[in-house]
């Protein structure tokens, strides 16, 4: 069985994601999306509710599984028994960062990481711009799904409210 790593911290997901997501899941028997608990970095979800809203908006793909990790991307990756990651890149200035790490976890373990270029719809989509705009009222029903834009807004106002 093929199964693929789709790594991130998706604080929350964008369709951006679910693009990719989708992309592999027609390309590897299996895709895992592991979602990363970074504890020095409190997200604006618990990753309980990251994999939640995750779950639900995959529940269309009968290959998609959705799992926490922490450590080393390289470790989930054999726990998991997935030879490769997949990573979307949006723009040129994605590539540095991700083709470091993606070396790095060559050299550390023999995992490849393949580059999905992101749909251009999203390419300038990101979760902490999509989670500015909607701290100010902005519009982000084209950016995220429904499920999402919706506990933004709810997640938001408790925010606010406190
Ligand atoms: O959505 P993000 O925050 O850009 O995702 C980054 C992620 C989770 C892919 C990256 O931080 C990662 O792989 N973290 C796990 C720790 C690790 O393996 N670090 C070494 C990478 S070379």
Known sequence: MRRAVCPGSFDPVTRGHLDIFGRAAQLFDEVIVGVLVNESKKGLFTVDERIDMIREVTKDFDNVRVVAFQGLLVDFCREQGAEIVIKGIRAVSDFDYELQMAQMNIGLSGVETLFMP????????????????????????????????RRLAERLRAVRAN
């Open 118 to 149: 992101t749909n251009p719809l999203y390419s300038f989509v990101a979760s902490s711009l999509v989670k500015e705009v909607a701290k100010w009222g902005g519009d982000v029903s084209t950016y995220v799904p429904e499920l999402v834009e």
